[in-house]
């Protein structure tokens, strides 16, 4: 089992940054990839970033690419999600997703089913 507790969330205008962050705990096992989702009304959720955290290799979506930063902590089991250049389609709730292998430093998994552990999300509002 896997605990996940997301912080970091809040409004900021168009340009602006926030900093996310994903405390995990229970079996690190569990947690070998580590996701970013997001998910607004009526939409399906959607992977925005991800890390191998065997190697710290990083995955972005196409519409964050160059505006959003995976980093890992490993002494704290921390994911940190730095993101820059903020833009109004960014807002939605921002989901923690772990899981033991939907990933390695050649491949990462956008599916969220392939995630077995979730935080409870974290919103994220941007305005014009």
């Known amino acids: 089992q896997v605990q996940l507790v997301e912080s970091g969330g809040g409004s900021v205008q168009a340009g602006g940054s926030l900093k996310l962050s994903c405390v995990a705990s229970g079996d690190p096992n569990g947690a070998g990839c580590m996701a970013w989702f997001r998910q607004t009304p009526g939409k399906e959720r959607e992977g925005v970033a991800g890390i191998y955290m065997r190697d710290a290799k990083t995955y972005y979506a196409y519409a964050v690419e160059g505006r959003f930063t995976l980093s890992q902590d490993m002494a704290k089991n921390t994911v940190f999600l730095q993101m820059d250049q903020l833009k109004e389609a960014d807002s939605g709730m921002y989901y923690c997703?772990?899981?033991?292998?939907?990933?390695?430093?050649?491949?990462?998994?956008?599916?969220?089913?392939?995630?077995?552990?979730w935080g409870q999300g974290t919103q994220v509002t941007v305005s014009a």
């Open positions: 997703a772990a899981a033991a292998s939907a990933c390695s430093s050649l491949y990462f998994s956008w599916i969220s089913s392939d995630f077995t552990y």
